[in-house]
């Protein structure tokens, strides 16, 4: 008898609980789009967490639609992406439509480029005395879904101080999975000016009047996507750089084979998890990604590894801290200039040292920012179209200290912020619109006590 009312009484726990993970299951029993006049079905579907017949518990599908609603928005296809789910049958709330809106940029942007082509504006405007001489002119070509793909086909034309050509395409997607992807790239460029060595932490350049530098690089790339938030790249590229009698006989050691000319293929293997509310100025999440580079020349091969980390934690809507690490290390066998130039270049930067680079072979930094919204507006647009609607901006005040470490074991005696400490802080004012436009207004303090306002975008993912 004992036995018999055991048995009852863990068939019916067992029975409420059956009957708990059944009614808190919902049943997703489509999935309808709307406004894609250009982006197919299936580049939507892949950024859901969800799939048509998937059983999700009901207290996560709120969630589930704001992951989704976030991944819509960093494909930066669309200006308006809203999800929603709507119940059929009004006495069964275990089967689920979900619904997405969307409204689709402008995807073809001719871009006339006048850029300098100094490391920031600063830089360009206080140091370069904002020479003409120094700007590169041009028209970019950008097509962003090109084909309803997500994919991405770019054309450059430049000329000014540096002539180059571009052509740029990726296709994120070739399979039926949606998980594998491809693209190629090349270029060409000529200079009339190099910088060609580093003075008391800033560049020194070389101008002429004929070409002083020029070469070419192609690639070709294998993409891997598994889930929503990996990225997986390999790419293999080929190239050449070579230099004029002038700018060799100024700095005999630029180039990593110590000679006029030098040719060279390499592999780089890219690993990315990105799980942001917002790519373009995230406020939560976060982000990392690991780079291995091997570069393959008969007398200048080099490896190097580098891993950056960002995270973002909210306190409250109106407040969040933003961290940043980022390493890197270079195994150079054949001390060159080209190869040492490292901070001040590409995402490896401190604010309040726009004015300086500091060369090596290893480095470490360490980003830290508080921000507080300061609220914002939007502009109506008198002329609307589908592709431009009204204007928003948002606001937000940030307090900032930047760490930061150069190694370099063949320092300069003129170069003194190698192989020590680096220390940055300031505020900032960062203004963020639509189209993924993001300011940041800087003023920033050095450990050398230089003092200045400096202008930045975003955080370059």
Same mark, same amino acid.
């Given at each position: 008898?004992?036995?018999?009312?055991?048995?009852?009484?863990?068939?019916?726990v067992?029975?409420i609980?059956?009957?708990?993970?059944?009614?808190?299951?919902?049943?997703i029993?489509?999935?309808?789009?709307?406004?894609?006049?250009?982006?197919?079905?299936?580049?939507?579907?892949?950024?859901?967490?969800?799939h048509?017949?998937?059983?999700?518990?009901?207290?996560?599908?709120?969630f589930?639609?704001s992951?989704?609603?976030?991944?819509?928005?960093?494909?930066?296809?669309?200006?308006?992406?809203?999800?929603?789910?709507?119940?059929p049958?009004?006495m069964?709330?275990?089967?689920?439509?979900?619904?997405?809106?969307?409204?689709?940029?402008?995807?073809?942007?001719?871009?006339?480029?006048?850029?300098?082509?100094?490391?920031?504006?600063?830089?360009?405007?206080?140091?370069?005395?904002?020479?003409?001489?120094?700007?590169?002119?041009?028209?970019n070509?950008?097509?962003?879904?090109?084909t309803g793909?997500?994919?991405?086909?770019?054309?450059?034309?430049?000329?000014g101080?540096?002539?180059?050509?571009?052509?740029?395409?990726q296709?994120?997607?070739?399979?039926?999975?949606?998980?594998?992807?491809?693209?190629?790239?090349w270029?060409?460029?000529?200079?009339?000016?190099i910088?060609?060595?580093t003075?008391?932490?800033?560049?020194?350049?070389?101008?002429?009047?004929?070409?002083?530098?020029?070469?070419?690089?192609?690639?070709?790339?294998l993409?891997?996507?598994?889930?929503?938030f990996?990225?997986?790249?390999?790419?293999?590229?080929?190239?050449?750089?070579?230099?004029?009698?002038?700018?060799?006989l100024?700095?005999?050691?630029?180039?990593?084979?110590?000679?006029?000319?030098?040719?060279?293929?390499?592999?780089?293997?890219?690993?990315?998890k990105?799980n942001?509310?917002?790519?373009?100025?995230?406020?939560?999440g976060?982000?990392?990604?690991?780079?291995?580079?091997q570069?393959?020349?008969?007398?200048?091969?080099?490896?190097?590894?580098?891993?950056?980390?960002?995270?973002?934690?909210?306190?409250?809507?109106?407040?969040? +801290?933003?961290?940043?690490?980022? *390493? !890197?290390?270079? =195994? #150079?066998p054949?001390?060159? @200039? &080209?190869?040492?130039? %490292?901070?001040?270049?590409?995402?490896?930067?401190?604010?309040g040292?726009?004015?300086?680079?500091?060369d090596?072979n290893?480095?470490s930094?360490?980003?830290?920012?508080?921000?507080?919204?300061?609220?914002?507006?939007?502009?109506?647009?008198?002329?609307?179209?589908?592709?431009?609607?009204?204007?928003?901006?948002?606001?937000?005040?940030?307090?900032?200290?930047h760490?930061?470490?150069?190694?370099?074991?063949?320092?300069?005696?003129?170069?003194?912020?190698?192989?020590?400490?680096?220390?940055?802080?300031? +505020?900032?004012?960062?203004?963020? *619109? !639509?189209?993924? =436009? #993001?300011?940041?207004i800087? @003023? &920033?303090?050095?450990q %050398?006590?230089?003092?200045?306002?400096?202008?930045?975008?975003?955080?370059?993912?």
């Amino acid at each position: 008898m004992y036995r018999n009312l055991r048995a009852s009484i863990l068939s019916f726990v067992f029975l409420i609980f059956f009957s708990f993970i059944t009614k808190a299951q919902v049943h997703i029993n489509s999935i309808n789009i709307e406004g894609n006049q250009k982006t197919k079905n299936y580049i939507i579907l892949r950024e859901l967490p969800y799939h048509v017949g998937d059983n999700i518990n009901k207290d996560s599908l709120i969630f589930f639609n704001s992951l989704s609603q976030q991944q819509l928005y960093n494909t930066s296809l669309f200006l308006v992406a809203n999800i929603r789910a709507e119940y059929p049958l009004p006495m069964d709330s275990s089967i689920v439509n979900i619904h997405i809106q969307v409204q689709e940029r402008w995807y073809f942007i001719p871009k006339p480029v006048f850029k300098w082509v100094d490391r920031n504006f600063s830089q360009w405007w206080n140091e370069q005395n904002h020479s003409l001489d120094r700007v590169n002119y041009g028209i970019n070509l950008s097509m962003r879904n090109a084909t309803g793909n997500n994919d991405r086909l770019a054309l450059g034309f430049v000329a000014g101080y540096t002539q180059q050509n571009t052509i740029r395409y990726q296709l994120p997607f070739i399979d039926k999975k949606l998980k594998f992807g491809m693209g190629f790239g090349w270029q060409n460029y000529k200079q009339k000016e190099i910088n060609y060595t580093t003075e008391f932490d800033k560049q020194v350049f070389l101008k002429t009047i004929g070409m002083v530098r020029e070469g070419y690089r192609a690639n070709v790339d294998l993409l891997y996507r598994p889930n929503l938030f990996d990225r997986f790249s390999l790419q293999l590229g080929f190239g050449n750089d070579a230099l004029s009698d002038s700018g060799f006989l100024m700095q005999p050691i630029f180039l990593p084979n110590h000679t006029k000319s030098f040719s060279y293929a390499d592999i780089t293997l890219s690993l990315k998890k990105i799980n942001f509310d917002y790519n373009a100025y995230p406020t939560r999440g976060s982000a990392s990604e690991f780079t291995a580079y091997q570069r393959f020349s008969s007398s200048s091969s080099m490896t190097s590894f580098q891993y950056r980390k960002i995270a973002a934690h909210p306190f409250s809507k109106q407040n969040f +801290i933003l961290v940043e690490s980022n *390493s !890197i290390i270079k =195994f #150079v066998p054949n001390f060159n @200039y &080209s190869d040492y130039r %490292l901070l001040g270049y590409a995402n490896f930067q401190l604010n309040g040292l726009e004015y300086y680079v500091v060369d090596g072979n290893a480095a470490s930094i360490l980003k830290t920012s508080f921000h507080h919204s300061l609220g914002g507006f939007t502009v109506k647009n008198p002329i609307k179209t589908k592709y431009l609607t009204d204007f928003k901006y948002n606001f937000w005040i940030n307090i900032f200290t930047h760490l930061g470490y150069v190694y370099n074991d063949h320092p300069l005696n003129t170069n003194r912020l190698s192989n020590t400490l680096l220390r940055t802080f300031g +505020i900032g004012l960062d203004i963020i *619109s !639509i189209y993924d =436009f #993001v300011l940041k207004i800087d @003023y &920033s303090v050095n450990q %050398l006590g230089d003092k200045g306002v400096y202008l930045h975008s975003g955080i370059n993912l």
